[in-house]
């Protein structure tokens, strides 16, 4: 019989206490390994000391591999900051990255001398199959693990890819591995104890600029409407659970197969959101819709990225700007709240496309005043590592700063983590904004928000919100948005919050 191994699964911090949700990437790959090897889960949302409490852990022994899970952005620095410490203190540890930083980037992640391995894609299969092989190092073993990247000697290996799985909709995942589930339930606008849940995996999408195409390549897998029951059964009965945030890459699948687990969502009866595609909703039966309405979907978040057919094609979006608008009359017209995405200033025509996004929200906003609108800047990613195709390669070569000397990505996990990439990861700026762009678009979104004071602030009071409503209005209705100095300082006064930063 094989040795058991213990890992020590760590979620490095990337929100504020209050924020944080269900770890469900350690939850699921603790899951994963029951029966073969142990493991146990560190929250850096939670214990605002993990570093510490990680290397506490290590230092005791008895932990013969740390996984971490890293999103780019803010989590690749606490991430960064956790593996550096752990090498440090015990450097025969392997320390093994796996999520959405490793899966995009995983030749970055091998070129930091505190990791051993990068996970890409789905993590369950790849660590059990790391975890057996590390029984003295055997690269031959190593080399046949699909979906890992490795360091032999100083080579970075990338193995093939692994194969979609749709194995862990059968797992119940282990909440009392957590210290007290119940404080990741939180007060939204949706419930007084909300959970982030995941019930169905990957996306049949293949958006180019989306990190979740390059993690399931187009595959998806919806859950037995039983799973679903099971699991809000669960969460409404045990914890308390009064409303559900749905972290689906994309709810509304295919309509047959989705009326199975609408129908158990119309019996729970939770206030839930999600995300959505604007096709999907558009094509759904008034019979469904009924369901959808009876189930309590508050909001759908729908990524309408851009006012322009020509850029939704470019980027492989599958939609177009008409059934943006279609879909904001059809959630209108049933009580669900659309909030959209858009992703302004492409490298293509910055300025151009932003004032065309600028003009579409204006409309948006007067077909249905409610919708909620989320502003990003396009930040392709950088491609893959083994990317053939001449199209995507010829589109990176082709970006330009607004120098005009070519972008560079970084090379390093820890140039990554730079300021200036760490806004690109989390699309708040890119090498080709002009400083003239980058503040139109603050001042906009600012003038913007505050006329529109998000329904998902629970925090500012009604006044407040009334106040900046009003003081935001002129502004609004002439598009004056240059320097509003007046609302930036009413919005730190009052307390207003970016839903971008914070999730609901
Ligand atoms: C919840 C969430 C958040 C939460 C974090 C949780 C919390 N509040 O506690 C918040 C809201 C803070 C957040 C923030 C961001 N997020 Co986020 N987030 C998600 C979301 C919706 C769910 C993540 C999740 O739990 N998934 C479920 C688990 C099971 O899947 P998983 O994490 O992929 O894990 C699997 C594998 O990746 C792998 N794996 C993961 N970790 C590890 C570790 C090891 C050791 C191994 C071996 C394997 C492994 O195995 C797991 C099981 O198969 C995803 C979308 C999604 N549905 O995944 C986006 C997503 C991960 N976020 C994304 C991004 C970009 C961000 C931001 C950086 C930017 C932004 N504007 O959204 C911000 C940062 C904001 C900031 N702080 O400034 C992108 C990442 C894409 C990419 N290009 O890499 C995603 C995919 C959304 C999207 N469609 O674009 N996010
Ligand atoms: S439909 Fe949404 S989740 Fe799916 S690949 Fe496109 S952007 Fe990503």
Redesign the pocket.
Known sequence: MKPLKH?L?I?PT??KRR???????????SA?LDGKHTSTIIDG?VDRDFVSTALSAVANGGVDA??????????LRSAIAVSKAIREKMPSVPI?????????CPEATLKAPYVD?A?R????D??TD?LDALTGHQNGTLASIPGLSWRPDDRIVHNKDRTFSAA?LNRMLPYERLENPRQ?LTRTYLGLRTA?Y?AA?GCRFRCTF???A??FRGKMALPPAARLEQDLGFLTRQLGVDAIQF???NFFDREVDMVPLLEILAKFELPWWC?ARSDALVNLSEESWKLVRKSRLRMAYIGAESPSDWLLHDIRKGTRSDQTLAAVEKCRSHGVIPELSFMLAPPQDPEGETERTFDFIRLIKRVHPATEVMI?VYTP?PRRHDEKNAAVIRMENELRDCSGRPVVFPRTADEWAEPQW?DY????DAPWLSARLRRRIVDFTTVLGCRFPTIMDIRASSWGKSTLRALASWRYRFQRYDHPWELRVSRKLIRHWDP????L
């Not at 740390?66 to 989590?75: E, I, L, N, S």
């Open positions: 890992i699964l979620n990337i929100t924020s944080a949700r269900f770890p469900l990437a350690v939850l699921n790959l994963s949302n740390v996984g971490v899970t890293v999103m780019g952005g803010p989590q093994i990255w796996g999520g959405a930083f490793p899966t995009v391995y996970v894609g789905q993590g369950e790849t660590l790391l862990s990741y982030g995941q995996l989306c990190g979740v390059t993690m972290y689906d890459h995300f990003y990613l760490l990861w989390c699309h708040q971008r930063v914070m999730s």
